[in-house]
């Protein structure tokens, strides 16, 4: 299998990298970790949500609801929240977490590329570090238009360029040979949705976008957690073999020792996309 038609293979994502939240969990662990942030990512995403009292929303692409998990005390009052995603066990993740959160959620499994929602149906749609996923970005972009309020914003995050540019430096050979990840093989201008060109791909779509950058980098002074990210996106076909893993070990105990950490940069952001009346 080509690895770089991995990252938009729905079949690849629903049923190996995302049919449990254990992958997407192993790579959010480094970040919770060892961020240096001011604020944590899931609640500065929800600030710009602006959701007021009874507002429709739609997640696509949820996972398992680590949004509204982190952020459940900030709910207003008779929201409606539908949560969606293309992996029914990441679906399930959230219902199981989120059910008896005394809120008013729904959840299923859908593709954004084909929502089953009426026209003009949400207030808003959030797309959080997913629409790099879509194989048809346009199609999935014209759906939230469609279930979307005239005046409703779509809020999608993503990364840039230089999130984690120093990860294909520290990794070796063989573990790049072996990841599906662009970002762990340096490719990451072929992502689809990144901060690049986000603002151009939703102008099609929306009069107005807007950027918010989040400012963060990780300082991480574990050897064990930078493994498990590193691992978390691999070719289904492949076992990870122990010689690899060693030696990954090896080169970043001694760093680690050496300099106090390993610093690796981020940049990520949020587009807030409308068409104001
Ligand atoms: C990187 S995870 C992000 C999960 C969650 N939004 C978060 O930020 O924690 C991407 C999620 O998008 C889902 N996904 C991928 N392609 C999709 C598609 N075409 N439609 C809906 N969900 C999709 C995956 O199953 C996965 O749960």
Known sequence: MDRSKLFQDSAYL??????????????????????????????????LLKLEPGMRVLECGCGPGWLWRQNVERIPAGCHITLTDLSPGMVAEAEAALADSGHQFSFQSANIQALEFADDTFDVVVANHMLYHVPDLAQG???????????????????????MKELPLLVSEEARQMTASWRMRGITDQLPFRLENGRSLLESFFAQVDLHLYEDSLWVTEVEPLIAYAFSMIKPEMDVPETAVAQLRQAWAAKIAADGGIHISKDSGVFVAANPE
């Open 14 to 47: 629903q049923k190996n990298q995302y049919r449990d939240s254990r992958n997407l969990d192993a790579r959010a662990a480094l970040h919770r970790q060892f961020s240096t942030a001011v604020t944590d990512w899931q609640p500065w995403v929800f600030d």
């Open 141 to 163: 972009l014209a759906e939230v238009r469609r279930v979307l309020q005239p005046n409703g914003r779509l809020i999608a995050a993503t990364n840039g360029d230089k999130h």
